[in-house]
């Protein structure tokens, strides 16, 4: 019993260590730093209305796929993120929607980020109309409690 409780707790420091370990670097920039104010002053043209949100996560768990690396509900636990290094984000961290413009991460959805998994989605998966969309759903998570 005793040696099953401390297997317990052992499992649960280690997922616990490692969902740290996927958002400790949430103060580093994906944008190239030369571009970084100008990208940083993109406004998303979309209103955060509820039909936004909708049509973002209908998008996110279908057509752009997202969901398959960050999962269904954005906690960066889809199918594929055990393989993956870095882990992907899990969007329902509101710091990390604190630290960046809806510029910097639609420059994300766009362009990817080099030496990881996340590849650029506009042009080859989706509009840029549909990533903003897809972004208003990502903030919506990072406001749920």
């Given at each position: 019993?005793?040696?099953?409780?401390?297997?317990?707790?052992?499992?649960?420091?280690?997922?616990?260590?490692?969902?740290?370990?996927?958002?400790?670097?949430?103060?580093?920039?994906?944008?190239?730093?030369?571009?970084?104010?100008?990208?940083?002053?993109?406004?998303?043209?979309?209103?955060?209305?509820?039909?936004?949100i909708a049509k973002g996560k209908e998008?996110?768990?279908?057509?752009?796929?997202?969901?398959?690396?960050?999962g269904k509900e954005g906690r960066g636990?889809?199918?594929?993120?055990?393989?993956?290094?870095?882990?992907?984000?899990?969007?329902?961290?509101?710091?990390?929607?604190?630290?960046?413009?809806?510029?910097?991460?639609?420059?994300?959805?766009?362009?990817?980020?080099?030496?990881?998994?996340?590849?650029?989605?506009?042009?080859?998966?989706?509009?840029?109309?549909?990533?903003?969309?897809?972004?208003?759903?990502?903030?919506?998570?990072?406001?749920?409690?």
């Amino acid at each position: 019993m005793i040696l099953r409780r401390f297997s317990w707790v052992i499992l649960v420091l280690a997922v616990s260590s490692l969902a740290f370990a996927a958002e400790a670097d949430l103060a580093k920039t994906r944008v190239p730093m030369e571009r970084l104010k100008e990208i940083k002053a993109l406004k998303n043209p979309f209103k955060p209305s509820s039909e936004n949100i909708a049509k973002g996560k209908e998008l996110y768990q279908t057509k752009a796929t997202c969901y398959t690396c960050h999962g269904k509900e954005g906690r960066g636990d889809g199918l594929a993120a055990p393989g993956l290094d870095p882990s992907p984000r899990n969007f329902t961290n509101a710091g990390f929607h604190a630290m960046r413009t809806d510029g910097e991460l639609f420059w994300v959805i766009k362009k990817g980020i080099p030496g990881t998994a996340m590849m650029p989605m506009v042009g080859s998966v989706i509009s840029e109309e549909e990533a903003w969309l897809v972004l208003l759903y990502e903030r919506s998570l990072g406001m749920r409690k």
